[in-house]
C-alpha cells in the first residue's frame, strides 16, 4: 500500500512538474516573440457622412471610436482626428472631427481607430517639417523621425546646441507615431525631437531569435539614440519620452547609462515599471485562476531564462530604484482601468520618490489612452512639466 502511495505521489509530481513546464513554455512563447506593427481594423460601417459640417455617423455604441475625447478615424484613403463628445444613439454614435489626410469617408465605408490619432509621417499629420535619419546600432541602422521646430527637412547641421533634445520611444508593437501626441506638444515648445526605433521594428535591425526584452536590451538602441545626437547634432542635454515598453527603456537607460547625466528631465506615459506585475495582470486577465499564476509565472520566469537571457531583474525597476539618478524629475501618467500594465507599480513608483516624480492618473482610461481620454489635461501636464524643468532652467 505504502508503495502504492508513494508511486501515486511522484506520479502527480512529474505530472504537476510537466504541466507547469508545458503552461510556462506556452507563456514564454507569448512572452517572448517581438509583435508585428500595430494596424488599424477597418471593421465598423460608416452609416452617413457630412464632410462639409465635418459629421459621421458611425455603426459603433462602444470602444475607441466612442469613448475617447480625442482620437484618430482610419479609413481606407484617408485620417479624420475626432474630438468632443460623442452623441450616442441605440445603434449608433455620431462624432465630430477634421480631416488631417487623404479622403474624407464616405457612407457605407468600414473605418477604425487610431490611439496615436496623427498615424503615419508628421509632415502629413501635423504638418512638420521632418528629416528621416538612421540611427547607428551595433546591430544596424535604427529609422528614426527627426524634428527641428521652425525647420523644413533640413542638414543635421541645423539644429540648435542650446536646447535639449527630446527623444521619443514607443510601446511593445507600437511604432514612430505613438509618439506623435507628445511630439506636437514639444514642437510648440520649440523643442527638437528624435522619435527612434529598436530592435525588431520594422525595417530596424531584428535579433536573431527575433524575442522583444521589455527594455533589458532596448535600453542600449536608447543610448545609440543619444549617441548620435551628441555625435552629429552636437547635443549635450535630452528629455526622454517613453510610452509602455518605452517607459521601461526610458527607467533602464536611467539605471544602466554612462550618460544618466545629461538627462533633464523622463516623461513615462503608462509605463512598464514591474514585468512580473504586468505578467500577473496579463494572467488574470485570461482568467488564469489566482492559486495558479504565481507556480506559472515562476515556470515562465525560468524557461524564458534559459531561452532567451533575459534577465527579469533589470526590468523590476521599483527593486533597483536606488539606482536611479535622483536629480532627473519624472512625470508619470498612468490610466486607472489599465488592462494591459497594470497602474499599482507606477503608483509605487510615485510613493517612493515622491521629491522626484509627479504622478498623474487618468481614471478610468486604458493604457497609453491618457492624452486621448483628456487631451487639455494632459499637454498641460506634460507642458508644466517641460516648462518647469527643462525650458525655464534653460534661460
Known amino acids: 500500500m505504502r508503495r502504492a502511495l508513494t508511486v501515486t505521489a511522484v506520479g502527480l509530481v512529474v505530472i504537476l512538474l510537466l504541466g507547469l513546464v508545458a503552461g510556462g513554455w506556452y507563456y514564454s512563447d507569448q512572452l517572448l516573440p517581438a509583435p508585428p506593427p500595430w494596424e488599424p481594423v477597418l471593421e465598423v ?69 487610431s490611439v496615436d490619432t496623427f498615424a503615419g ?22 529609422p528614426a523621425w527627426r524634428v527641428v521646430p521652425g525647420d523644413a527637412a533640413g542638414d543635421p547641421a541645423d539644429g540648435p ?16 507615431s505613438e ?43 536608447l543610448q545609440a539614440a543619444i549617441d548620435h545626437l551628441q555625435d552629429v547634432e552636437g547635443a549635450e542635454r535630452f528629455v526622454l519620452v517613453g510610452y509602455s515598453q518605452g517607459g521601461s527603456i526610458a527607467l533602464g537607460f536611467l539605471r544602466r547609462s554612462p550618460d544618466a547625466g545629461t538627462v533633464d528631465a523622463a ?27 504565481p ?4 515556470a515562465t520566469r525560468w524557461i524564458t531564462t534559459l531561452r532567451a537571457g533575459l ?29 494591459t500594465v497594470p497602474v499599482g507599480p507606477s503608483r509605487d513608483l510615485a510613493a517612493a520618490l515622491p521629491g522626484q516624480v509627479t504622478y498623474e492618473e487618468y481614471g478610468g482610461s486604458e493604457h497609453v489612452r491618457e492624452w486621448n481620454t483628456d487631451r487639455e489635461r494632459f499637454e498641460a501636464d506634460l507642458e508644466a512639466h517641460l516648462r518647469a524643468h527643462v525650458l525655464e532652467p534653460a534661460g
Open 161 to 176: 546646441a542650446d536646447l535639449p533634445w527630446v527623444v521619443l520611444v514607443h510601446g511593445r508593437g507600437g511604432g514612430l
Open 121 to 142: 509621417d508628421p509632415e502629413r499629420t501635423l504638418g512638420l517639417g521632418v528629416t528621416e535619419v538612421a540611427v547607428p546600432s551595433p546591430d544596424g541602422p535604427l
Open 267 to 293: 516623461v513615462l506615459v503608462s509605463p512598464l515599471v514591474s514585468l512580473h506585475e504586468t505578467l500577473v495582470l496579463q494572467a488574470q486577465q485570461r482568467d488564469i485562476p489566482d492559486p495558479v499564476i
Open 295 to 298: 507556480p506559472l509565472l515562476w
Open 311 to 339: 534577465d527579469f531583474a533589470q526590468v523590476e525597476h521599483l527593486d533597483r530604484i536606488d539606482e536611479l539618478p535622483d536629480h532627473v524629475p519624472l512625470l508619470v501618467t498612468h490610466g486607472g482601468a489599465d488592462t
Open 45 to 113: 460601417e460608416v452609416l452617413a457622412s457630412d464632410e462639409p459640417a465635418g459629421v459621421l455617423e458611425l455603426a459603433v455604441t462602444d470602444g475607441d471610436l466612442v469613448d475617447l475625447g480625442t482620437v484618430g478615424l482610419v479609413a481606407a484613403d484617408g485620417l479624420v482626428v475626432l474630438e468632443g463628445p460623442a452623441e450616442r444613439g441605440p445603434d449608433s454614435t455620431v462624432r465630430r472631427g477634421e480631416l488631417l489626410d487623404g479622403s474624407w469617408p464616405e457612407a457605407g465605408e468600414l473605418v477604425g481607430a
Open 179 to 221: 509618439g506623435n501626441r507628445t511630439l506636437a506638444v514639444a514642437n510648440r515648445l520649440g523643442l527638437p525631437t528624435l522619435t527612434i526605433s529598436v530592435r525588431n521594428d520594422p525595417d530596424a535591425p531584428v535579433d536573431p531569435d527575433g524575442f522583444g526584452r521589455y527594455g533589458d536590451a532596448e535600453w542600449e538602441d
